[in-house]
Structures are given as structure tokens and as C-alpha cells.
């Protein structure tokens, strides 16, 4: 049970980084700048770990990566590469790893946007997933939020491809507030994704003054805690 609570909190921590907020004046046409940041986090507040998120650009090509421990208990990697089309985020490839006392599975998503597809790779079986709709993993759907938002066109629901599906996924937005992490004290939006289960929840606080990087997340999964605080900003 502890193995498979510290697996989920580890992934959904890179989700992170899927979500980002409306600024109060947006910023047309800016590009989501590349960052490095480090992130404390707790589970259960019992076990301590850290966290990195990295956004690196070579002209319209991004490639952004997400890393998480727990000493030697567990760790979590996410990688995603995509392409910046004027505000049009295209995800070329994921990938989502993960260890638990040295025992781990990977997944791989490979969008083919010309063919509306997504093929899926996990245990070594591939899965092919057709794609009606444009759709994101985490970590691309991340930086599309960001630049719907600062063109003023933030839609609220996003779709989100994993290993098995593609579905629809909507947040909801609430109003700007201030709040202290170790890495200082910003102003945020808080964004809330809307669980069909009850006991689930998973919010963010995102500061306009850093391109809407996530600066606090906090998860609860059947009462069982997790929170992630930004530590600073390289």
C-alpha cells in the first residue's frame, strides 16, 4: 500500500505541472520562457523529498524535464518534447518513468498530429489511439494552458492522453490571492481539476510574475497528503 501511494503522488507531481492560470494583463504572443526550477515536497508528511522541472528551447523545439525522489525509496522522471506553433503547443513525444525500491515501468506516448494518432508503449506492448481532437501529456498540456492563457483564450477543459486514453479533463479557476513557499511570497491563481471522485483533489497555485510556473501543489488521494512547495528559481 505505502509502495503504490508513493508511486501515484510521485507521477501526479510532474503533473504539475499540468495546469497554469489567467494573469491579470496578459501577455499576447509571449512564448513561454525556459526555466529550471526546484521544488520541496512531502507525502503524508512523512516522507521528504525533492523535485527539478527544466524547460530548455532550441528555436521552435521544446524539451522539458520533470525529475522527483525520495531519498532511496522511490523516484519519478517525465520527459516531454513539442513544438511551439505561434501559441499552438504540438507534442511530438512523453515519456513517463518510475522506481520503487529499484523496480520500475515506463511509458512512452509518440503523437503522429499529420495522422491523428497516438501510439502508446507500456510493458513493451504498443497500443494505437486515435486522436479526433488535439490532445497533451502532462507536461505539454502544461505550456498550452500557459499560452491560451496569456492570449486570453483559456478553455477550461483540455484533452489528456496516457497509456490507455485520451479524455477530456477540466479545471476551474478561482481568484488571485498571496501565498509565502520557500522561495519567497507571490501572487497566485489557484486552479482546481475537477474529479468525477469526491475524496480526490489536486490544486495549484501559479504566479503570473513567473510565467505562471507552479510555485505550491497540493494533492489529496483518499485523505493520504501530498504537497510540493517551489524552493527557488535558477
Avoid: C
Avoid at 137 to 151: G, H, P, T, V, W
Avoid at 172 to 195: L, Q
Avoid at 202 to 227: C, H, I
Amino acid at each position: 500500500m505505502k509502495n503504490s501511494l508513493v508511486k501515484k503522488l510521485l507521477v501526479s507531481t510532474s503533473l504539475v505541472s499540468a495546469v497554469s492560470a489567467m494573469a491579470i494583463t496578459p501577455m499576447a504572443n509571449a512564448a513561454v520562457a525556459p526555466f529550471n526550477a526546484t521544488y520541496n515536497f512531502n507525502i503524508e508528511g512523512k516522507y521528504n523529498g525533492t523535485a527539478s522541472r527544466v524547460l530548455t528551447q532550441t528555436g521552435n523545439q521544446y524539451f522539458y524535464n520533470v525529475n522527483a525522489s525520495v531519498g532511496k525509496l522511490a523516484s519519478a522522471k517525465q520527459t516531454a518534447n513539442f513544438v511551439n506553433s505561434n501559441g499552438a503547443i504540438l507534442p511530438v513525444s512523453a515519456l513517463t518513468q518510475y522506481k520503487i525500491l529499484g523496480t520500475g515501468r515506463t511509458t512512452t506516448l509518440n503523437f503522429n498530429n499529420a495522422k491523428k494518432q497516438l501510439v502508446t508503449n507500456y510493458k513493451g506492448q504498443n497500443k494505437v489511439i486515435a486522436l479526433p481532437q488535439p490532445a497533451y501529456d502532462d507536461l505539454s498540456l502544461e505550456i498550452q494552458i500557459r499560452e491560451d492563457l496569456k492570449a486570453g483564450k483559456f478553455r477550461g477543459n483540455y484533452y489528456m492522453a496516457d497509456r490507455n486514453t485520451v479524455e477530456a479533463v477540466p479545471f476551474k479557476k478561482s481568484a488571485m490571492t498571496r501565498i509565502t513557499v520557500p522561495a519567497g511570497t507571490f501572487d497566485v491563481v489557484r486552479i482546481d481539476r475537477v474529479h468525477d471522485d469526491k475524496d480526490r483533489q489536486t490544486s495549484f497555485w501559479l504566479a503570473p510574475k513567473l510565467d505562471y510556473l507552479p510555485v505550491k501543489v497540493v494533492q489529496n488521494n483518499d485523505g493520504r497528503k501530498m504537497e510540493m512547495n517551489l524552493a527557488r528559481v535558477n
